[in-house]
T-cell receptor, first 114, second 111 residues
C-alpha cells in the first residue's frame, strides 16, 4: 500500500536559517503529493501541492519538487521566521482519482527561535 | 474565506457510550472525509463520503462507526460504543477536486 516517511523531528532553527524537511514515499501509479501545516490549536492547512513528476509546488516562500526518480518531495524554505513554527505533514493521494484518501507522514515539529 | 468547522472542540465520554462528532464542510464541496490522529501517531484516514454514500473506508472504520449527512450541510461521525483506544483527535475534511480542506479537529477522550 501507499506510505509516506518524513525525517525525524523535532527540528529547531534560528530565524533566517535554511529549512529542509525530507519526505519520501511509496506508491503505485502516479500519486499527487502535498505538504500540510498545522499551527498550534488549529487544523491542517494545505501549504503546497504537486500533481505530477517534476512539478514544483510553492507557497509563502516554501517549495517542494516532485521527484519520481527518488520518490521524494522535500520541503524547503530559504529563510525561516518565528511564525513558521508549526507541525509539517507530508501526504500523498494515490493516482487514479482527484478525491481519494490522503496518506500522511508522521509529521515534523519545527521550532524557530528569534 | 470559507472554512470547515467542527464541534465540539473537546469531548470527554465514558467507555461504552455513544458519541457524535459534528462537522460543517465548505458549502460547495462534494467530497467529505474523516481522519483521526492518536496522540504521537500519524494522521489516519477513516472514511470518505460522496453523493450520499461511503466511497471508501479504512480497516479502522468498523461496525462501531457510521457517518451521515443528515441535512445537506452537516456531516457527522458516530461511534456507537466508544473504547479507550478511540481517544484521538478527529479531523473532518471536505473538497471538490485535488485539495482537501481540514477543520480544526475534535479531541475525543474516552475514560
Amino acid at each position: 500500500g501507499n506510505s509516506v516517511t518524513q525525517m525525524e523531528g523535532p527540528v529547531t532553527l534560528s530565524e533566517e536559517a535554511f529549512l529542509t524537511i525530507n519526505c519520501t514515499y511509496t506508491a503505485t501509479g502516479y500519486p499527487s503529493l502535498f505538504w500540510y501545516v498545522q499551527y498550534p490549536g488549529e487544523g491542517l492547512q494545505l501549504l503546497l501541492k504537486a500533481t505530477k513528476a517534476d512539478d514544483k509546488g510553492s507557497n509563502k516562500g516554501f517549495e517542494a519538487t516532485y521527484r519520481k526518480e527518488t520518490t521524494s518531495f522535500h520541503l524547503e524554505k530559504g529563510s525561516v521566521q518565528v511564525s513558521d513554527s508549526a507541525v509539517y505533514f507530508c501526504a500523498l493521494r494515490g493516482g487514479g482519482t482527484s478525491y481519494g484518501k490522503l496518506t500522511f507522514g508522521q509529521g515534523t515539529i519545527l521550532t524557530v527561535h528569534p | 474565506e470559507p472554512e470547515v468547522t467542527q464541534t465540539p472542540s473537546h469531548q470527554v465520554t465514558q467507555m461504552g457510550q455513544e458519541v457524535i462528532l459534528r462537522c460543517v464542510p465548505i458549502s460547495n464541496h462534494l467530497y467529505f472525509y474523516w481522519y483521526r490522529q492518536i496522540l504521537g501517531q500519524k494522521v489516519e484516514f477513516l472514511v470518505s463520503f460522496y453523493n450520499n454514500e461511503i466511497s471508501e473506508k479504512s480497516e479502522i472504520f468498523d461496525d462501531q462507526f457510521s457517518v451521515e449527512r443528515p441535512d445537506g450541510s452537516n456531516f457527522t461521525l458516530k461511534i456507537r460504543s466508544t473504547k479507550l483506544e478511540d481517544s484521538a483527535m478527529y479531523f473532518c475534511a471536505s473538497g471538490w477536486s485535488y485539495e482537501q480542506y481540514f477543520g480544526p479537529g475534535t479531541r475525543l477522550t474516552v475514560t
